[in-house]
C-alpha cells in the first residue's frame, strides 16, 4: 500500500514507481464537497439528528441539496439512515463507523486551522 502522497515515491524502492497512485480523487469523491464535510462533522462530533434538526444547523444548505447529499453519504457507506413507523415518519441520520473514523482529520483540520 502507498503511503506516500502522489509523486512522493520512496526514492530508495525502486519498486516504489510502480505503486498505485495516491487515492486522493476518490476520497474526494466520498467526502468532497462543502456539505459532506459539514454534514459529516455534525454526525460525527454531535451524535444522530434528525433531517430537520441538520436542515436547521447547516446554514445555507437548502432541502433538495441536504436529501441528494445525505443519501450520497449512506450509499457510500458513511451515514446510516434509520426509519421509524410512526407518521409523521421519523427519521434519524448517524455516522457510521467508517465515518467516525475519520474524527482524527477533523481535529488534524482544526489544529492546523488554529495554528494559522
Known sequence: ???????????????????LPCPMPDIAKL????????LLQV?????????????RQI???????LTSQLRALERDGLV???VYPEVPP??????TQR??????????MHAWWLKS
Open 31 to 38: 467526502i468532497g464537497g462543502k456539505w459532506k464535510l459539514i
Open 59 to 65: 446554514e445555507g444548505i437548502t432541502q433538495t441539496m
Open 1 to 19: 500500500m502507498n503511503k506516500h502522497p502522489a509523486g512522493l515515491a520512496d526514492q530508495k524502492d525502486p519498486s516504489a514507481q510502480h505503486e
Open 99 to 108: 465515518a467516525r473514523q475519520l474524527e482524527p482529520m477533523f481535529k488534524e
Open 80 to 82: 446510516a439512515r434509520k
Open 43 to 55: 454526525l460525527i462530533f454531535q451524535g444522530t439528528k434528525r433531517f430537520s434538526e441538520l436542515r
Open 90 to 95: 421519523k427519521v434519524e441520520y448517524s455516522a
